[in-house]
């Protein structure tokens, strides 16, 4: 985890500690809601946003570099051998990405074709695994960090594109909280990385707002799933014709 993810996940916790909201340290120090979330999204501080924010919480640099440094080593993503365990058992799967999403084993229980023994199963597997450690009462204590991903091209990505390909994109995407863009253009290289950088921020903003979603109760909440993709393409029929 780099110094700055250790800084910025220090900086949320001190908030958190205090009881004070995005919306309240926004009204503090003159900025707007979305834009508080953007900016520890993108994990971009000015030196004067950093000493506003230190000292709403009344703290100083010293304070905060302590506190980032009493954070615990967390894993941004795991081995191919574990995920490989994880997608060999659809339960195990199930389980694992609902951890990740924060949901209480009595939720998975109470709205998965998954008996409490074997969700305890589970979640004794994903503890051996190292994904997560297991408390007393079934209660989860996650061993990922916030930037935690996938492996590209790893055993959950390519089952998640399969299954993209399959049922993902079997919709019309004209129902209620869907939306579907096909922009194709032509780019510079600089206008080209601007763009990669901007889907980075919208995916790290997303995983922030489920963070913050994360307390509210089941059945105020709904998956929800977006895929971002660009690269240089055009479709087979076009590059047939090209010279």
Known sequence: MSNVIRLVDALKRQLKARGITYAALGQKIGLSEPSIKRMFAS???????LEQILAVLEMDFAELAQASADTPQLISQLTYAQEK?????????????????QV???????????????????LLRLDKIGFLMLKPNNKVKLLVSRTFSWLPNGPIQGFFRDEAYSDYFDSRFDGHHEVQRLVSVMLSQQSTR????????VADEFSLQHQDDARLPWEQRRAVTIMLAARPWIPKAFRALLR
């Open 43 to 49: 994990r971009n501080f000015t030196l004067d946003r």
């Open 85 to 101: 365990e994880i997608i060999s058992d659809t339960k195990l799967l199930v389980v694992a990405v609902l951890a990740l999403n």
């Open 194 to 201: 601007a763009l990669l950088d901007r889907l980075k921020q």
């Open 104 to 122: 209480p084993i009595e939720e998975v229980v109470k709205n998965y074709k998954i008996s409490a023994a074997e969700a305890t199963a589970c």
